[in-house]
C-alpha cells in the first residue's frame, strides 16, 4: 500500500504563491507518474499537472501553465507544485496521486488527503 502525504496549502492573496509537496510512503517501487489535481466546491476534481518519473516528462492543464512548476525528487519519490500568481478560482483543495501505469488526466491509483488552497483578499 501507498501513502500519500500532502503539504504547503493555506491562505494567500491573489497574485501570492504557495509550495505545495508529496511525499510517497509505503510500497517501495518506482512510480510510473506522480501529480497534482483539485477540486473546488461543486465542481469536480481536476488534473492540474504531473511529471513521469522515466523522463521528467511534465504536463500541465492550459489553466496554469506560465503560473505554477512541477518538480520532483525521485530519490525521496516526492513531488512539488510551486504556484505563483494565484487566483480566486485556484481555492480548491488539491491532491497529490501517484499511478502506476498512467501519465496525466487518467492517473487514479493513489490519493493523498488533500490540502487545502484558499485565495482570498
Known amino acids: 500500500q501507498v501513502h500519500l502525504v500532502e503539504s504547503g496549502g493555506g491562505l494567500v492573496q491573489p497574485g501570492g504563491s504557495l509550495k505545495l509537496s508529496c511525499a510517497a510512503f509505503?510500497?517501495?517501487?518506482?512510480?510510473?507518474?506522480m501529480g497534482w489535481f483539485r477540486e473546488a466546491p461543486g465542481k469536480e476534481r481536476e488534473f492540474v499537472g504531473a511529471?513521469?518519473?522515466?523522463?521528467?516528462?511534465?504536463e500541465y492543464a492550459d489553466f496554469v501553465k506560465g503560473r505554477f512548476t512541477i518538480s520532483r525528487d525521485s530519490a525521496r519519490n516526492t513531488v512539488d507544485l510551486q504556484m505563483n500568481n494565484l487566483r480566486f478560482e485556484d481555492t480548491a483543495v488539491y491532491f497529490c496521486?501517484?499511478?502506476?501505469?498512467?501519465?496525466?488526466?487518467?492517473?487514479?491509483?493513489?490519493w493523498g488527503d488533500g490540502t487545502q488552497v484558499t485565495v482570498s483578499s
Open positions: 496521486a501517484l499511478d502506476r501505469r498512467r501519465f496525466g488526466i487518467s492517473m487514479n491509483d493513489y
Open positions: 509505503g510500497r517501495t517501487f518506482r512510480p510510473y507518474a
Open positions: 511529471v513521469r518519473w522515466a523522463d521528467s516528462i511534465i
